[in-house]
């Protein structure tokens, strides 16, 4: 005799039969689903929704790899309804009005996940997913768990410590595989499921497990915003049994608030009245912007600022592309040791310092050498203000910002430096066969720039050589200043060439050493394949120069192989009426391409190799490289 469990399951036409008691139970929880579907408004996938929260934040493209379990649909699922269409998390993409971006054709679910070609590929997707992130305000990845989640971390690191916002997507093997233990490929054979996760923790801001679709839209929707209002990285895992469950689709129809929460009332006046009453007995007040001004949204409240104050403004390196440079009172790069010239004397010797979203590290200050004291400095941060050494936690800077602004009065200012891009006199001669060199590069580079420009700098020489440029107005900056992952320029400018690309083709332009280029090359078959029009000058100086100044100058360690650089354009397989390549060996080729409209104006991918002296070097980098050496060696 049948037992009622079975005899129940017999009844329903769509439900297929299992004698094993585990799937049974498996068979029962579908139906128990369907029912509660059935009460459902507008029943949405699980998957679907999540991307169509994704596409209501102004995600278009979403970066990833495949694998199995990104691309196994709920086994029990499929089996017990007849009817049912096979789905994938990856189906659900387009469905939502996204654009899946891959890597390379070859790289797909039958391929050894386990491999290094493959580790390197998603690490530079998750600096893809960066640099869209930065272009466009938020950013998606999806990994498979385990191989592919590990390969990810490196970016998702990079990301968190720099306010980089990422959702990063893990297909996992079924909620039901987790329960049982069961021995999975990409797993430890120790039956944790949890342990990937757990690894993850400490570099996401928030965590969301979609076992359940009772609770999934909420969780969904909680990460969402927390990685927005956070600006930084978050972890939703996606097991394979969950991808096609229902959930109620009406809540799509109510936004996600992404609004920062208001300050207290009477804090917040308190702090602005004490603001207020150093800014204006200050002699000498100016303003330093870094990088948090622009990863937490503050740059409306800052320019309104700026401009309504009119004190002389400076950035740090990190915070390059935070302030309109072509303001009359914009006078340049702050780092200590390696400012611009006059900054440096300018900003330490004011009395009053109002730090805007500061991020004081090794690089982003030339090797700790910021000479200002606390006891005239005035922190602006995304969750307190601190005022010479009284912190008020739980004030953010936009609300004081705006208070700040709207009550300025009379202010004392002191102008400050002018920087413009003139090519100092020294570094002006153009005679036949004449090397580029740093200081004639980037202030050349700066006249070349334009408008909404969208400029990348890898961790080296470019990086350090671009403060010495002044940018039009609306240029981006990307580079990674703090987590300083080598090769990370390369996957960003495909991401930020991306976001360039659906947001209104800006021209998007890399510069990045060779060393670094060596590591993530693989990017620009992404780009061609995508139809990206990337500007990429690749430095090509014989090596690693920034390691070069910290240790080892001729020390083979530091030297790499020589590439014919400019031919992997081919190599990826471009069209040549899509693409152009160019080999730069002069002060004068430099010139002439600088000055050709039809190279500044392309409509496709083009690739310079360009030649320096492989121990030249910005001086901001020799500065920065001797204090990173002194500390290193520090006992």
């Known amino acids: 005799m049948k037992s009622p469990i079975i005899e129940l399951v017999s009844l329903l036409p769509s439900i297929r039969v299992f004698d094993d008691p585990d799937h049974v139970r498996s068979a029962c929880y579908i139906m128990a689903i369907d029912i509660r579907t059935s009460e459902l408004k507008n029943p949405i996938d699980v998957a679907e929704y999540l991307f169509r929260r994704l596409h209501e934040l102004g995600v278009r493209g979403v970066h990833g790899v495949p694998g199995d379990f990104n691309l196994v649909s709920s086994q029990w699922t499929t089996a017990c309804h007849a009817e049912a ?247 340049g790069v ?85 920087p413009d891009n003139e090519i100092a006199k020294k570094d002006q001669g153009m005679s036949q066969g004449e090397v580029i060199t740093h200081d004639w590069l980037w202030p050349r580079v700066g006249q070349w720039l334009e408008p909404n420009d969208i400029v990348l700098t890898e961790t080296g020489t470019a990086n350090f050589g671009i403060w010495e440029t002044k940018f039009p107005e609306g240029v981006t900056a990307i580079s990674q200043v703090l987590w300083g992952s080598i090769g990370y320029s390369v996957g960003a400018c495909q991401g930020a060439a991306l976001a360039a690309k659906e947001t209104g083709d800006r021209r998007t332009i890399l510069f990045v050493g060779d060393g670094s280029f060596e590591l993530t090359a693989q990017e620009v078959s992404t780009m061609i394949r995508n139809d990206l029009k990337p500007i990429i000058f690749v430095i090509c100086n014989e090596g690693y120069t920034i390691e070069r100044y910290i240790h080892g100058m001729d020390a083979n360690y530091n030297d790499i192989q020589q590439w014919k650089y400019k031919d992997l354009v081919s190599v990826f397989g471009a069209d040549p009426k899509k693409s152009k390549t160019y080999q730069v060996k002069t002060k004068q080729e430099a010139e002439n391409l600088f000055k050709d409209e039809s190279f500044s104006s392309a409509p496709y991918l083009q690739f310079v190799e360009l030649y320096m002296p492989k121990e030249d070097a910005p001086k901001a980098l020799k500065l920065t490289a001797e204090a990173s050496a002194k500390t290193n060696a520090k006992q």
């Open 85 to 331: 269409d096979s789905q994938v998390a990856l189906d659900s993409i387009p469905k939502a009005g996204l654009n899946w971006v891959g890597n390379c054709n070859e790289l797909n679910a039958g391929m050894n996940t386990g491999s290094h070609q493959r580790t390197q590929l998603i690490f530079q997707k998750g600096y893809a997913a960066d640099g869209y992130a930065r272009v466009k305000g938020i950013s998606a990845v999806v990994t498979t768990f385990g191989v592919g989640e590990l390969s990810l971390l490196n970016a998702i690191a990079g990301a968190y410590s720099e306010y980089v916002p990422i959702v990063h997507i893990v297909g996992t093997p079924s909620t039901l595989s987790q329960r049982d233990g069961l021995l999975l490929h990409h797993t430890l054979g120790n039956g944790n499921f949890d342990v990937f996760a757990e690894m993850s923790h400490n570099i996401s801001c928030a965590k969301a497990k979609l076992n359940d679709p009772h609770d999934a839209a909420m969780l969904i929707d909680n990460a969402i915003r927390e990685c927005w209002v956070q600006s930084r990285p978050v972890y939703i895992t996606l097991p394979t049994d969950m991808v096609q469950k229902k959930i109620e689709g009406e809540r799509l129809k109510t936004p996600i608030d992404l609004s920062f929460p208001p300050n207290d009332t009477e804090k917040e006046d308190y702090v602005v009245d004490v603001v207020l009453r150093y800014l204006h007995a200050a002699k000498s007040p100016i303003i330093l912007v870094d990088a948090c001004a622009i990863r937490h949204r503050a740059l409306e409240e800052v320019h309104e600022f700026i401009e309504k104050s009119g004190l002389p403004v400076f950035v740090a390196p990190m915070g390059k592309g935070a302030v309109n440079e072509t303001l009359p009172n914009y006078g």
């Open 334 to 418: 702050y780092a200590g040791n390696g400012s611009n010239a006059g900054v440096a004397e300018r900003v330490e010797s004011s009395d009053l310092v109002l730090s805007i979203g500061a991020i004081k590290s090794d690089f982003n200050t030339a090797g700790f050498t910021y000479r200002v004291s606390q006891l005239s400095t005035i922190d602006f941060h995304s969750g307190y203000m601190r005022v010479r050494y009284s912190e008020y936690p739980g004030v953010h800077m936009h609300g004081v910002l705006r208070k700040v602004t709207a009550r300025l009065g009379k202010l004392n200012i002191q102008a400050g430096p002018t």
